[in-house]
């Protein structure tokens, strides 16, 4: 076999582990980290927690198109809470429902996990479902 030969059928086999990567057959990480995301950005604490270190450790189809996904990751705090907090009751951008909404979901996070400080970090284990779409994997709510 040629030089040019082997150099083709190396590139050949270079673009096809490339689209076979790239044709996602289950949701992965990157999935998940967005799902994890959106959450945060719904919930308006994207300015306080960021989602860091996702690992998926399982994933299953159910047989009815909805995919499983078990995940790890961390939550780091970009802020204290209770300065967040403060920020977030001194808020006039919020409506007095939304702020009301947000305290209680801060004051549940300061149950949980304290009273803590910019750069603490809490590691969470979660379970995420899936629906695979012509957009790609969209998480069910």
């Known amino acids: 076999m ?17 689209l076979l990567s790239a ?9 998940a980290q967005k799902a994890l995301e959106a959450e945060m950005r719904n919930a308006h604490l994207d300015g306080l927690l960021a989602i860091t270190n996702v690992e998926k450790l399982n994933g299953y189809e159910d047989g009815e198109g909805i995919y499983t996904v078990e ?15 403060n920020q977030v009751k001194g808020s006039e951008e919020l409506s007095g429902l939304d702020r009301f ?10 149950v949980e996990h304290g009273n803590f400080k910019k ?10 479902q899936f629906r695979d779409t012509e957009k790609g994997w969209m998480p069910l709510e």
Do not use: K, N, W
């Open 101 to 110: 909404a947000m305290i209680m979901a801060l004051s549940a996070l300061r």
């Open 119 to 128: 750069g603490d970090t809490f590691q969470r284990q979660r379970v995420i």
């Open 71 to 85: 995940v790890s990751y961390s939550l780091e705090a970009e802020e204290d809470l209770g300065t967040y907090t």
């Open 23 to 31: 044709c996602s057959q289950s949701p992965g990480t990157g999935d």
């Open 2 to 18: 040629s030089a040019t030969a082997r150099y083709l059928r190396f590139i050949t086999m270079l673009l096809a582990v490339a």
